[in-house]
């Protein structure tokens, strides 16, 4: 199988673009942006394809996605407008307030991957390490010295990978009483130097 990478998504793939960040998302968010339906339906409108690279096979259809954040945003956006409209006002801000824990802070020179994710029937063909590389290659053209991702204590499948790919651990943060309500304990921090040619 061919993977081509590119930056962004189109209008059109939206829909698709948040079934698959909701497949790979939906055991950690579900208690906080389900049910389904509404969770689709924010991410549809919450992802900003900016901050996105696209792996596709050769016929064009989206096989993954990696997601970074910059100081001008990040892949899963979205304004307490566009939560509001999913969930109304109410349900706006307890929500806000409680994926305010989930928010990494920015540090200079530093690209931040924000999420990975790759479709049930594209795994295991090496698109995750595609769009990983493709990570690693954008933080060296933007000039950053290093690529820093959370990997949580319930997803090893995606930490091996990472390993692989020369990442590795500088910090582990735990979640609390949050683990009933996320689904996973702990999250690690991990690090890969941006080596330059």
């Known amino acids: 199988m061919t ?18 960040f909701w497949q790979a998302f939906r055991a950690k968010l579900n208690k906080v942006m389900g049910p389904d339906e509404k969770g689709l339906a ?10 996105a690279l696209v792996a596709r096979d050769d016929t064009g259809r ?12 990040g892949l899963a956006g979205g304004s307490m407008s566009d939560l509001a409209r999913v969930y109304g006002w109410f349900g706006a801000i307890w929500r806000a307030l409680i994926l305010s824990v989930l928010e990494r ?25 595609a769009l990983l590389r493709a990570i ?4 060296r053209s933007r000039g950053m010295s290093e690529v820093q991702l959370d990997v949580i204590d319930t997803n090893p499948r995606a930490r091996a990978l990472y390993e692989r790919e020369g990442f590795r ?8 009483p949050l683990k009933h309500l996320f689904g996973f304990s702990s999250a690690t921090k991990m690090s890969w130097r941006v080596v330059t040619f």
């Not at 924010?42 to 901050?51: G, H, I, K, S, Y």
């Not at 651990?169 to 609390?176: H, I, N």
């Open 105 to 129: 802070e920015l540090k200079p020179g530093v690209f931040q991957m924000d999420g990975i994710f790759v479709a049930a029937e594209a795994r295991g063909k090496g698109v995750g390490t």
């Open 42 to 51: 924010f991410f549809e409108t919450a992802l900003n394809p900016d901050f």
């Open 3 to 20: 993977i081509a990478i590119s930056p962004g998504f189109s209008d059109q793939e939206r829909a698709q673009a948040a079934a698959l």
């Open 136 to 139: 690693k290659q954008e933080a």
């Open 169 to 176: 651990p500088v910090g582990e943060e735990k979640t609390g």
């Open 62 to 73: 989206m096989l993954g996605l990696a997601g970074f954040k910059t100081r001008d945003g």
